[in-house]
């Protein structure tokens, strides 16, 4: 026998290889597509920290004066989404004694490019820029505010907590949203979209607060909302480039 004939063959391609490359490929393709789908079906849901009770210093004042007086109500519809879809409001919460209203924002990060699109902008506006409003059919208006931020996966969150909101007497009240490069609360063509978030005719349920959500401790991350002028036309393409150099 030769010393060629001693020599190990070489390892070829085979079709039984090409069969184990081509399973663990779609192994691993399967488990991307569940991963993936089970964060977006995450992100429809509102995080722990947005769907809580915001406790600011009015909250906290009263309940540490009086606890047992803290009664909380749910608007009956708990989850609007907007026609185009593009915003979904949840949670929405009444104190009674101190007139607080309390809703969380739930938005695709997409709107920005279709904020840039509606307002013509160069580029994809960055941070904060949504701010909104209530507004009820007896013409009072809400606009300060305090809120929190979260994010998961394409999805952001502001859970929203206004002050002094007062339904009685009023028929409706609607949330206002507001692109920030361009605040109007006297133009109706303003906002870019508004949500209905309470009917008298639909009315409140009473919401029992889970574990913790009453407490005399303020909530960690609240932010106070900016105050907004009426826009002179050259203080709008002032207020949009601010906006995009974020």
Known sequence: MSYYDDAEPKKGFSIGKLFKWLMALITFSVYLLLTLRACAL???KDTAKTRQLIRNETFVQAYSAQPDSMK????AEDSITTRDGRITVTNIRFIEPIDQFQLTVRYNKSLARFIMDDFSLKKEPTGEYLTFALRDDQGNLYTKFEYITDSIFVYNFRR??????????CSYLRL????T???NYESSSAPINTITVYTKEQGLVPYKPKKGELSATTTDGLIQS???KKPAASETETAAAETESD
Do not use: I, P, S
């Not at 929203?160 to 007497?169: A, I, K, S």
């Not at 206002?176 to 692109?179: A, D, G, L, M, Q």
């Open 42 to 44: 995450d992100g429809l």
């Open 72 to 75: 909380v109500h749910a608007f």
């Open 160 to 169: 929203l907590v206004f002050d002094g909101v007062q339904l009685d007497g």
């Open 176 to 179: 206002e949203v507001y692109y």
């Open 181 to 183: 490069g361009y605040v």
């Open 226 to 228: 900016r105050v907004w």
